[in-house]
Structure formats: structure tokens, C-alpha cells
């Protein structure tokens, strides 16, 4: 009876997401989606896009309008990843053990998967003003490879020297381009470079030079925060 | 090309449902593993093979080549890695025939 019923919903449930599918005046042809119809045409007939620039509207929202919001944003992630270091400890030394020795095979080749996840992050970063994504999410990638290598070595270290002053650089490059905005136009962080045409990759003025460093700073941050909860001061 | 691209859908939608049916239906983890991750492997590349076929442009087929390489490196990692830590955790079914890791005598 009860599988009777769960084939029942299951029936139901993949009609419903056919028809649901099929309808074509909101799901187009395969392969004939137009990104600039369906994500951002509102946006496009309203004449914000000379101000913005951006083809996506979230990113000209979260980076164009609202700046000082994600400058918080970035200072509440760097005070949690603060907190993580205080929490655990400075004097960092030695790995955690692994239960389980890794072999070669996963060593190598979570290698070759660190450069690819790094190239789709990379990807992910530099479009946040043409498609979904951007410094976040971008960000949140670098660390998850970075994740991908501690997990699989177990003598793996990465240089958390190198990204604390990545991320410092990142961060303080942020509020530079900030003032900037101040003092060649009017306010803290308004556009002060051309927007250029929609759709292209250097376009939307300042917002790709934002998520660059949102992503650094993001990913740095996230990776020492892996880093803190993957070692433990040496036991002398 | 529209219906070799249905095609290949088609087939890889039917492997993702085989995978999943084995992973239901066979009797320990091993057996598991490969119908989890050899059926799922072969689906994916036959729905993206497809997916390249119903538009055939080059800014298309370089991402799913990317994505395929991808798929081909972690895949068969993943699954070793599962084969592996399940070895190690003692969790062996009974009916095992040969053991080459411990013929070999590694641990």
C-alpha cells in the first residue's frame, strides 16, 4: 500500500513538472534561452542600465546600489573568521590526523580537480555583472578547493600567511575604491568609471573590480577558517 | 542532429535510472559503488554528449568538455575512495572471493 502510494505521487509529481515544463510561453525551446529576456528584462526596459551598466540586475543591486551593505556584509564574514582564529588558537603548527592514509591516486588526483575548480571559480567571479554568482559564491569555491586538498593529503598546509595578507590587500582595496568614488564624483562607492555596453565583460564600471576583490577576500577568508578547524597547536 | 540529441538524453536519463535502481536493489557497498558511480558516469557523459548535439556551437562544447574531464578525474577518485574507506572500516560482506589487498599486504 505504501509503495502503491509512493508510485502514485511520484506519477503525479513528474506529470505535473512535464506540463509545468511544456508550458512554452514560460519555458522556451531547448537550447533558445536568451539570458538578456529572461533575467534581467524588466531591467533592460525600465533605463537603469545607462546608470548601472550591469546585465544583471542582483549584482547592480548588491554591488551598485547597495555597496555599503556589502561592505558590511564582507566586515560581519571577516569578524566571524576572527572569531574561528581566537577561538582555536594563533600558534597553529601541526595537521590534524587523518583516520584513513590517502593514496596516490586521490592525492594526484585532487590536484588536477584543484586547478579546474579554481578556473570555474575564477569564471564564476569575473561574470558576477553578466550572469549569476559573483564574489561570494565565487569565493566560497577557492575555499572549497582549498578544502578538497586538505581533505585528501594529509601533510597538506597552505600558506595562511600569504592569504591573511591577501585578504587584508582585498579588503582595504575595497574601501580605496570606495573613497575613490567619494572624491572624483559624489558618495562612498558610486560609480565612478564609464559602464560601457551591457553584456560585455569589461563593462558596468567599478562592480567586476569590486567582485574580484570580494572573491580574494571571500575565498581567503573562508580558507583560513578550514585551515583553523584542520589543525591544532603542536604538543610539545 | 535534434534526434541523435534526444537519443543520447534518453540514454543517459535510462543509466541514471539504472544507477539508481542499483543502488537500491544491490546487496552490499561494494556492488553499491559500481552501480552508483560506473552507471552515473556513462549517463552524465551521454546527457551532456546530447546536450552538445542539440546546439552545437563552440561556447557550448567548451564548457561540457571541461565538464566532462571533470567528471572523468573525480568520479572513479570518488568512488576508489569509497571503495577504500569502506575496505578499512571492516565492512566487508562475506561472500568476498579474493582479497588483492591483502594478498599484496598492504594495509
Redesign the interface.
Known sequence: MKNLFGLLLSLVLGAFIILALNNTAAFPA??EVDLADRVSEQYFTDGNVAEVGSANIVTAIVVGYRGFDTLGEVTVLFISALGVAIIFGEKKQERLDLK????F??RV??R??FG?IL?TSIYIIFHGHLTPGGGFPGGAIIASAVLLLYL?DDRFRSNVKGFKILEGIAGSLFVVIGLLGLVLVTSFLQNFLPAGTVGDLLSAGIIPIIYVLIGLKVGSEISGIVDNFLTEEESA | MTIASYVFLIIGGLFYLLGGLGVLRMPDTFNRIQAGTKATTLGAFSILIG?AL??PVWSWISKII?II??II??NP?GS??IA??TY?SKNIPDNLVQDALKERGE?
Open positions: 531547448f537550447g584513513f592514509k590517502p593514496n591516486m586521490l588526483g585532487s588536477v580537480l579546474m578556473i585528501t | 546536450v542539440a546546439n571541461i574531464v571533470f578525474i573525480s577518485i576508489s575512495a577504500k574507506a578499512n594495509e
